[in-house]
């Protein structure tokens, strides 16, 4: 008979063995008298005990089923196999010589490990959740109103182009009416005399017949004509209609009204940090509609006057910037004919590779890099002075001033701002830094997992930014190229592509992007540009009989400048066809 049930046996405390039972542990399962009761709490104060009267307690207790044997409860605990086990699960000898507890004695250890994971999610993930829900729903009625205030912006935007174009349009409008005005007084003028004439023709006419008909020789030798008066007047004045000639609209016309930067989705728990990044809409909603030559073509080379030539810069489709191996940069035109503004400026006649002129440092360094600026100031780095100039209408501007950092290579980005290549003073560390003005925006220099993203205190890296807004660097002595999207988050790096033409080691230098994204590296070693899209694809070479190319650069129609070190040429290449209709 079981004394825990039985009503005709007195039960006794589990603890002293002799007194009766007055409490019950809810917690342990304990049956405790008053003095056993209060020892029990104070001896296991790390444990939620709950005390009942023993008459409060729940009778019955659920005893787990064997697995193995139908209808025999557990009521005992097999350690070594961490199973309840039965009367017949011992009987077969299965758990012979294990070490064997009551599952009442298990179940205070089970209730323990279930306080303890209740408390933490109730005091700690629970609460953690419902923050990290308001911060959510916060952030998403705060993205709902900072989007429809970008749309509100495109909107307005889009209002003041309109008035504008209403403004032209109504100027043109009116340009006509008035020359459609003045031509017809003119015109009423003209027929008015024309009119009088006719009337004065009609006179004579009668005269004439009058005379004819007449005996009276003195009125006959009186009438005179004014025939000749009339031949002379009668000439016909012409009218020109004026011609609307409209210009063609911009291939991107998104350039010019503006577009989107990248948006990206940041989720940031307990440490634990992960980056996408979307596509901008810009690229969602323009598709390229340019193709690949099925081979490049060689349009023109520019002739230079440098020992060695290394960058490239385009100040515009005719003019590029220039830097070799002293502390001149030079700027000389690309086409052959004659450019009104420059010729009056430099007051000589412009050929194919013509200089127009020579720009030396103030400091008497070469310059490391070149660059031009969205507004189209020529801007350099000077590596032993520190600084980062710009020259603007002849002057020079020091923007940057650095300390324990020098500059290595610069690029101007879409919004005006510039992103600078910077090598620390003991050479062993190098970042990127984003600049406004002379203020740092952003320092990019390290991965997710804490390596540098860039190799310091070496040679030939150059940097510039896609399309996209991805941020390019060819860094030669890594021999790759490192891609990393807007917000610094490495995207890929791009480690060249042999094949049995080009199997000398990958030797990235200069560095560009065109309008559909496209990235192009010059390899040295090889003697060709490599053409790669924005996620890294490789897709062909462009050789054009290429010597030691080096600085890179393309201008607003996507043909491609590359600088040829030893030749001392910049050759002007085109290798997509022209855009394509879409539909």
Known sequence: MNPRTSAQD????????????????????????????????????????????????????????????????????????????????????????????????????????????????????????????????????????????????????????????????????AEVAEMKNTQLQTLQKQLDEINKKISDIKDDINLFEMALDTNDLSKLFSVTSNIKTYKTSSQQIMTYLPTFIPNKLPEELNKLFGALSASSLTSDQQGNKMKTTQKSQEAISSPPVKELLDEPENVTTINTDYTNLYNVACLSDEEIWTKGDDNNMKLYSINQGSLLSLKKLFNFNITRGSRLKSITTKSGYKPTDIAVTKSGDLVFMDYIDRTVIILQKEKFEEVIKLQNWRPYSVCSTSSGDLLVLLDSDDAKQAKVVHYSGSTEKQTIQFDDHGKPLYSPGGYYRYITENKNLDICVSDSVARAVVIVNQAGKLRFKYTGYTSVQKNKPFSPRGIATDSISHILTADYNNGCVHLIDQDGQFLRYIDCGLNGPWGLCTDTNDNLLVAQCMHRQVKKIKYLQRNLSVC
């Open 10 to 173: 007195v039960i006794r405390c589990d603890l002293c063995k002799i007194a009766v039972v007055q409490m019950h542990c809810t917690r342990c399962l304990a049956n405790l008298c008053k003095v056993c009761g209060e020892e029990h709490i104070s001896t296991n104060e790390s444990k939620d005990h709950k005390i009942v009267k023993f008459q409060a307690r729940k009778s019955t207790l659920l005893y787990p089923g064997c697995t193995t044997h139908d209808k025999e409860q557990c009521e005992m605990f097999c350690k070594k196999c961490d199973i309840p086990v039965c009367i017949s699960c011992l009987g077969s000898n299965q758990h012979l010589g294990h070490a064997l507890i009551k599952v009442l004695q298990v179940v205070g250890e089970k209730k323990d490990t279930i306080l303890r994971e209740r408390n933490e999610i109730k005091d700690k993930i629970y609460p953690t959740f419902q923050e990290i829900a308001y911060d959510k729903q916060t952030k998403m009625s705060q993205l709902k109103k900072d989007y429809g205030d970008l749309s509100t912006a495109i909107t307005e935007h889009g209002e003041d182009w309109h008035r504008e174009i209403d403004k032209l349009v109504k100027t043109l409008k």
